[in-house]
């Protein structure tokens, strides 16, 4: 009874974790910013659902019978996986990349402060002379000058290399690896296919999890290549996002088998009733 309980509160834990990291991977599509107070509360929820999960999936492992060997394999990597993206996540999406990130903005304003006022003195001047120029009927005018403005970013980033470090652009790309669930594919695909083997568990479930796991890391190699940066980040925040409703959805099947069970059936007749309906 005892064992019982537990094996259903690490259930639960893995549901709600999964669920709340799910919650946060979606907000990182609306605040992408890491100096805002929104970055910090979706880095919150990320960071405090994998250690939920982390815990429900530990629990499960010891106390399941459909945890074979190969599925022990698959949930040590997930564990691993998961202490990564907790350890890359507060290191660097909540430290490092907001601290150089600072750093870039204060750097550009001490910097950009002189050539701002000399500026709007040169537009001050060139408007002057055009007016006096427009009185005497001439058609001439004075072309405006730009200021050239230093890239804060750019600063940061040359420091960095001097130094003999990854720049700041690869630092959030490694932040980004770490929050949308990169270092967890690997152990959700091999658990994915151990549980796969047992015929007493959902094989839905099983795929939802290998091919969400699959998708997340198609997109983390995407990421490597310049193609499409911001499309690229976009879609690995989702495939993160539905890689945590996976694991959200493995706790549900724990929790309530039969009613998962049935869901299935029911969405799998709906399907087969519609491809005959589309058919006619």
């Known amino acids: ?8 509160l690490g259930a639960w834990l893995l549901l709600v974790g999964a669920g709340v990291a799910a ?6 599509l609306w605040s992408s910013n890491p100096l805002t107070g929104n970055w910090f509360v979706s880095m919150s929820l990320i960071v405090l659902g994998t250690l939920a999960l982390l815990y429900g999936i530990t629990t499960y492992a010891q106390l399941s019978e459909e945890v074979t060997l190969f599925g022990l394999g698959g949930v040590g990597l997930l564990i691993l996986g998961g202490f990564v993206l907790l350890l890359g996540t507060v290191v660097l999406n909540m430290v490092v990349v907001p601290l150089l990130l600072g750093m870039a903005a204060t750097v550009a304003t001490v910097l950009n402060a002189p050539g701002s006022a000399v500026q709007s003195a040169t537009n001050s001047v060139g408007s002057g002379l055009n007016s006096i120029g427009g009185l005497f009927g001439s058609g001439s005018s004075v072309p405006s000058a730009q200021i050239p403005q230093a890239d804060g970013i750019q600063i940061v980033s040359n420091t960095l290399v001097g130094l003999h470090l990854p720049t700041l652009v690869d630092i959030g790309r490694w932040g980004h690896f770490f929050s949308s669930g990169g270092s967890l594919t690997f152990g959700c695909l091999l658990l994915g296919f151990a549980l796969l083997k047992q015929d007493s568990f959902s094989r839905p479930t099983c795929y939802a999890l290998i091919s969400t796991a699959g998708l997340n890391l198609l997109f983390q190699l995407l990421s490597l290549s310049p193609i499409l940066p911001s499309v690229v980040s976009v879609l ?5 996002l539905l890689l945590f409703a996976a694991l959200a959805l493995f706790g549900a099947v724990i929790l309530f088998p039969g009613q998962v069970s049935r869901f299935w059936s029911a969405s799998e007749k709906g399907a087969k009733k519609f491809a005959v309906s589309k058919k006619r």
């Not at 009874?1 to 259903?8: F, I, P, S, T, Y």
């Not at 690995?236 to 993160?240: E, N, P, R």
Request: no cysteine; charged share 20%.
């Open 23 to 28: 919650v946060g991977e979606l907000f990182t």
């Open 236 to 240: 690995l925040s989702i495939t993160g």
């Open 1 to 8: 009874m005892l064992l019982r309980l537990k094996l259903r």
